[in-house]
């Protein structure tokens, strides 16, 4: 069992085009350090109701956690020894550094603060492309920073996007070979997602062309040792990133802060923070009594920032964040956690989508196909089971 804890940083120099995240620019809201003391006050009035000490993985998120001073990121960290939690020795310890932020200034304090994980959002190198998307800093600030990076031989990834408005083949080629040239030990490669009607929607590569580009990401960072683990990411052997894994393996974790959400599955538990921050300082402000025990966590949240999942919902969660992962869903772990007639309405569904070429199976997993994973939004719509689905209550024993 692993456990990770998430801190949400909501502040940013600008707010993307294409962004759905909760923050905001940084003069906006209140002052760092202000926010800071808001966080540190949700840890100490939830720390004794979290039922896992030992942390394996720490993510600081957002936002852009590289706009705070080291000496604010370590203090988090610290407030987790000072409520008694202990860190496993070989913790990952992740910042989100975005370009443009005075990175190269505050690196040494990050390293002595015990960061040793570093994901940089690069999106493109390409000005035109950074600018269309609304973010402040440039492609060569972007190579600044990977060039720090690996001159300190620090461990990092970097996030691409890619079917950007008017971005062509031979532009997605040149982005990844900008990236590799930097020899990342893990890089994250995301196809933009906008609704309808935004104003990115328009003059993106049409579906197959989207399709040959993700080939052709994926091909140029396989040749370089860097294989997909999951639908969006990318690694060299034992670069697994231990956050994301936390969240595809069933796993618990605590999210700390702004919108930050928590998973604990023995509770059968989801909670997670207002994406508000006028309605998360009222939260925290108004709040005085510690909560004890996650049982008890409707006496600090609105029922609309927490579930107890239901059976119908624990059997969609499994089965979507498991098929993310190249590796799949283990037909082991189906039978350790369901019963026979909730299995078969599991694999009935399946099956169907193994008849339409989304799914394969083999002797121990499920998985996407190639066909699959490009359409995964389908494919997990179909893998929905509601209350109605299930063959009766006898059957919820199991859980
Ligand atoms: C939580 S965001 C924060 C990262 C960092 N603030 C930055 O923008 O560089 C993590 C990543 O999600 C991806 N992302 C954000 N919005 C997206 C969208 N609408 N479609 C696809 N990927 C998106 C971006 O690649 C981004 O680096
Ligand atoms: S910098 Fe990152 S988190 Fe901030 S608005 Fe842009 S994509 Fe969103």
Redesign the pocket.
């Known amino acids: 069992m692993s456990f990770g804890v998430y801190f949400h940083i909501p502040y ?1 120099l600008q707010r ?1 085009h ?4 909760a ?1 905001y620019e940084i003069d906006t809201i209140l002052p760092p350090a202000d926010y800071l003391q808001l966080v540190k006050k949700e840890m100490k009035l939830r720390a004794p109701a979290i039922p896992y000490k030992n942390i394996d993985s720490i993510y600081f ?4 956690p590289s706009l705070l001073k080291p000496d604010n990121i370590v203090s988090l960290i610290k407030e987790l020894a000072n409520l008694g939690f202990k860190f496993n020795p070989n913790i990952e310890i992740t910042m ?1 550094i ?1 370009p443009g932020t005075n990175f190269n200034t505050n690196i040494d304090g990050f390293i002595a603060g015990g960061i040793n994980r570093f ?5 493109s190198f390409n000005d035109q492309q950074l600018s269309a998307c609304g ?1 402040k800093h440039t492609a060569n600030e972007t190579h600044q920073t990977l060039g720090l990076l690996k001159k300190n031989k620090l461990n990092f990834t970097l ?3 890619f079917a950007l408005p008017n971005q062509s083949l031979y532009d997605v080629s040149d982005d990844v070979e900008k990236a590799l040239s930097y020899s990342p030990k893990h890089i ?1 490669a ?5 609704p309808e009607g935004h104003k990115m929607s328009t003059n993106r590569a049409v579906d197959s062309i989207q399709v040959e580009m993700f080939d052709l990401i994926e091909s140029k960072l396989k040749q370089n040792n860097l294989n997909k683990y999951e639908i969006s990411n990318f690694c060299n052997p034992g670069f697994e990133s231990i956050h994301n894994m936390i969240y595809w393996k069933d796993q618990p974790y605590w999210g700390i802060g702004l919108s930050a959400h928590s998973y604990f599955p023995s509770q059968s538990l989801r909670f997670w923070n207002p994406k508000s921050i006028g309605e998360y300082k009222n939260l925290i402000n108004n709040t005085e009594r510690s909560i004890l025990n996650l049982n008890k966590i409707s006496s600090h949240l609105k029922p609309r920032n927490f579930e107890f999942l239901q059976l119908h919902e624990v059997m969609t969660d499994y089965c979507h964040i498991h098929l993310r992962t190249m590796q799949g869903l283990p037909k082991e772990a189906l039978r350790n956690r369901f019963s026979k007639e909730q299995i078969y309405l599991i694999e009935s569904r399946l099956t169907l989508l193994e008849q339409q070429g989304l799914i394969k199976q083999c002797n121990s997993f499920w998985s996407l196909t190639k066909s699959g994973a490009l359409v995964s939004n389908v494919v997990f719509d179909k893998l929905y089971f509601s209350a109605t689905d299930l063959p009766s209550k006898s059957d919820f024993s199991t859980l």
């Open positions: 940013c993307c294409y962004c759905d995240f923050t998120g957002g936002g852009t989100e975005n994901s940089v959002g690069a999106q973010r996030d691409i996007l994250s995301y196809c933009l997602t906008v």
